[in-house]
């Protein structure tokens, strides 16, 4: 037997891995915890899978970063219950996290992202869409005519949930803050959603917050929330609700970018002739003892150490992340 021939999820489960966390439907991540982060999606084969935290793999890093086992520990049990016919050295090779999308994946994503992109519109003048009253219930004292074109209202956006069959349904229509995520030049990515109420308060539907397949994967891409006309500072964070917050403190006087998750914030793609300095804001995540550390920091400290080598003065934000970053 192959590696692509491998019951992942058995395999899995072998290690003590919980079977009802390996589904594509988003749940608790067996490395870092959380509530809705992961999903077992398996698209090549090889027990594929994503966390927003901790990035993604196969089935064989999964296990790895679960139970510290060495790679020929787990090899060698992976023989023993499947009758591997490929070594170590094989093995390896299906390794690889980052794996790309192909052009039909990538050409049936975009269809999709310009069928929800055509049904969006700018925020209401009047300030009385749904996104609007969302964002000022957020962050109280706001000015939303700040908001970027990058944040868009959708009146009424399907809404679809995975079965326990691993299944997608539509289960509704909701009104929608729609976010545009784009490269450091300024390339489309993907769409970021927030089902939300009329009033404009989060929908009640199991994931009111989810990013859409994109035309590539995220490596850095942003959604602009705020853009300053000269400013040369940049602050970066995670979630959008969090980078509007940011931009309210620092009364509109540098443009804010959301990353959207931990992973995403690490590899921030800023473009050098734009910026000269880059404030961080690395959430406030608890320590987690399996990783070894707080994700939100974490991610911080690596941003500033790429965002360093790229030339650029970087800064940590108040109190979202830990000063001692050098």
């Known amino acids: 037997m192959k590696f692509t021939e491998i019951d992942w999820v058995s395999a899995c489960a072998s290690f003590g891995i919980d079977k009802n966390l ?5 749940g608790p991540c067996p490395i870092c915890g959380g509530t809705k982060r992961f999903r077992f999606t398996n698209r090549t084969r090889c027990g594929d899978w994503f966390c927003n935290q901790c990035r993604g793999g196969n089935g064989f890093t999964l296990i790895k970063q679960v139970t510290n086992q060495t790679d020929a520990d787990i090899y060698k049990q992976l023989k023993k219950l499947f009758g591997l016919s490929e070594g170590l050295g094989a093995l390896r090779e299906y390794q690889k996290v980052d794996v790309e999308l192909t052009p ?17 519109k700018r925020l209401s003048l009047m300030q009385d869409d749904p996104v609007s009253l969302y964002m000022g219930h957020r962050v109280l004292g706001c ?3 700040k908001l970027s074109k990058y944040v868009r209202y959708h009146p009424s956006l399907e809404y679809w949930e995975v079965g326990d069959d691993d299944k997608y349904r539509m289960t509704g229509l909701h009104p929608a803050m729609v976010l545009k995520v784009v490269d450091g030049k300024g390339d489309p990515v993907t769409l970021h959603r927030t089902y939300l109420t009329k009033d404009g308060r989060k929908a009640l539907v ?35 609700e969090n980078g509007w917050g940011i ?21 921030a793609d800023i473009p050098r002739e734009k910026f000269d300095t880059v404030i961080i804001f690395g959430d406030n995540d608890p320590y987690v003892p399996r990783l070894g550390y707080r994700p939100g920091e974490h991610a911080a400290r690596m941003a500033y ?22």
């Open 22 to 26: 390996l589904k594509l439907r988003e």
């Open 305 to 326: 150490q790429k965002l360093k080598k790229d030339g650029f003065e970087g800064r940590p934000g108040f109190r979202f992340f830990s000063p001692n970053i050098t």
């Open 104 to 120: 039909e994946e990538s050409a049936r994503n975009c269809a999709k992202l310009r069928k929800v992109i055509r049904g969006t």
């Open 247 to 267: 931009a309210t403190a620092y009364r509109y006087e540098m443009s804010v970018w959301s990353m959207l998750n931990a992973g995403n914030l690490a590899i």
């Open 206 to 240: 199991e994931e009111p917050k989810m990013q859409m397949s994109g035309k590539r994967k995220l490596r850095g891409a942003a959604v602009r929330l705020f853009e300053h006309p000269t400013s040369r500072v940049l602050g970066i964070c995670e979630g959008a």
């Open 143 to 145: 000015d939303l005519t």
